[in-house]
Every structure is written in C-alpha cells, then in structure tokens.
C-alpha cells in the first residue's frame, strides 16, 4: 500500500473519532502541508497558524470525505482555502499584498539545504502566484494535474497552459540571474 493510500484509508478513520489515526494522519502530512503553505503565504508564521487551522478542519470535515480525490489532495484543497482566505483578509487590511513576495523568504535564507534551492526559491518567488502555486502542487507535492486542478478550482487544460507558462516564466527568471538550466542540478 503506498503513501497516498494510507493517507486516504486515515482521513476515512477520522469521522469515527479515531485519535490515533489522526495523530498518524498529521505526522504523516503535516511537513508536506506545512510547506505548501509557506509558500504560499510566505509567512512563517501565519503558515503555522493556518497548519493549525487545516488540520482542525480536516478533524471537523472528515466525515464529509468522499474519496472522490486521495486524502492528501482533499486536505491540500483544505489548506488551500485556508491560506487564500487569510490572503484575502491580509490583502484588505493592507494595501499592497506584494511587498513580501518579492523578497525571498527569511526561512529559505536560514534553512536552504544548498544554494541551489536559494536560488530557485527566489526565482520561484519572481512567479506570479498562480505560477507559482501551480508549479508548487505539481513538483513540491507531488499531485497530477487532475488533483491540481480539483484543489485550484480550475479546468485541467488551465492547468496544463500555467504549468508550460510557468516553466517558460521560471526559465527566463533563472536566465536573468544568470543561471543556466543545467547550473541547477
């Protein structure tokens, strides 16, 4: 049984109140989650509050869970309602959300394994964020297309047209920084 089966088969155990397999659900998830989330807000810690929130989300909604999708797509599509909610609100109390975007992340500048993941998370932040978040679900999490474009809310040609775009635009970024694609291995 592979990991997204297992995932799956734990969101199903969670409406009867099975603590354990929650407690295996989010050790199982909650880096995966984590960072899909950073990345998004691309807030330390609003990514933590909002880890929060998904995973009492997915302890409140579980029963609602129809296997239509695998349990971790169904708890990413959670925790992306979490986060465009909170950008929402952020953006109406400020007035430019995209003043953070632009910089790289303080985390990735603490915590990059290499400079190569620095230099793509920065490339990756000159994305617009629909780029950004496509390429993020696809390649940080793993998901196909179909999966994509269920958590997006979105047709699955969008998908495929932001993913080529996207590749295309994070080509030129790294192009302009003076990286060539073989330089990033």
């Given at each position: 049984m592979d990991k997204g089966d297992v995932i799956t088969d734990l969101v199903k155990a969670v409406p009867g109140g099975d603590e354990d397999a929650f407690r295996q659900l989010y050790d199982l998830t909650n880096k995966s989650i984590y960072s899909y989330l950073y990345r998004m807000?691309?807030?330390?810690?609003?990514?933590?509050?909002?880890?929060?929130?998904?995973?009492?989300?997915?302890?409140?909604s579980a029963k609602g869970f129809r296997g239509e999708s695998k349990g971790l797509t169904w708890m990413i599509g959670i925790a992306r309602n979490r986060a465009m909610n909170a950008l929402r609100e952020k953006r109406d109390r400020e007035d430019d959300i995209d003043e953070n975007i632009e910089d790289p992340p303080e985390q990735m500048k603490h915590c990059a394994a290499s400079e190569n993941a620095a230099i793509l998370q920065t490339a990756l932040n000159r994305l617009p964020s629909t780029h950004r978040e496509v390429l993020d679900l696809i390649f940080f999490q793993g998901l196909v297309y179909e999966d994509v474009a269920r958590v997006m809310g979105i047709p699955l040609n969008t998908v495929k047209s932001r993913v080529f775009y996207a590749k295309d635009k994070l080509k030129g970024i790294l192009s302009s920084m003076g990286i060539a694609k073989d330089d990033l291995v």
């Open positions: 807000v691309n807030n330390q810690h609003m990514a933590e509050d909002l880890l929060i929130a998904t995973f009492t989300e997915v302890w409140r």
